[in-house]
């Protein structure tokens, strides 16, 4: 279930964006799933078309879904591929950060930070 905070400062097409990615994560969306055509989730969830085609796009970029042309959009087995890259690297940043001595608890401000960084436009 998707829901939008709209008193919460995160814009509403990152709050969908996250929550779809952490369902295809968690795989409560199993990879082959049919997603809402981009109308019918705006329609839904009381959202402008433009915003839900956003989310798409980022997570069609991401490599969570895929857009078969008409037949719609898809949670793409690419995704497990994705969470696999990212935990190599994260096992490979840990590495990095036990080897020059940094603090774990400094090592995830950092990541924390560059993630903030990464999800503004």
């Known amino acids: ?3 939008i905070d709209a ?3 995160t814009p509403p097409y990152e709050q969908l964006r996250a929550q779809l990615a952490r369902q295809i994560q968690d795989r409560s969306l199993a990879v082959g799933t049919r997603l809402p055509t981009i109308r019918r989730l705006a329609a ?10 956003r989310a798409y796009r980022e997570l069609e970029e991401a490599g969570l879904i895929e857009t ?3 037949a719609g959009s898809f ?7 994705a969470l696999e890259q990212a935990r190599r690297a994260a096992r490979d940043y840990a ?10 608890a ?16």
Do not use: F, K, Y
């Open 68 to 70: 078969r042309g008409r």
């Open 95 to 104: 590495a990095v950060i036990a080897s020059i001595g940094i603090d774990p």
């Open 7 to 9: 008193a919460s400062p």
């Open 106 to 121: 400094e090592a995830i401000r950092i990541v924390e930070a560059a993630l903030g960084h990464a999800s503004t436009p």
């Open 44 to 53: 839904d969830l009381g959202l402008a078309v433009n915003t839900v085609g």
């Open 75 to 81: 949670v793409s087995a690419a995704g497990d591929q």
């Open 1 to 3: 279930m998707i829901v």
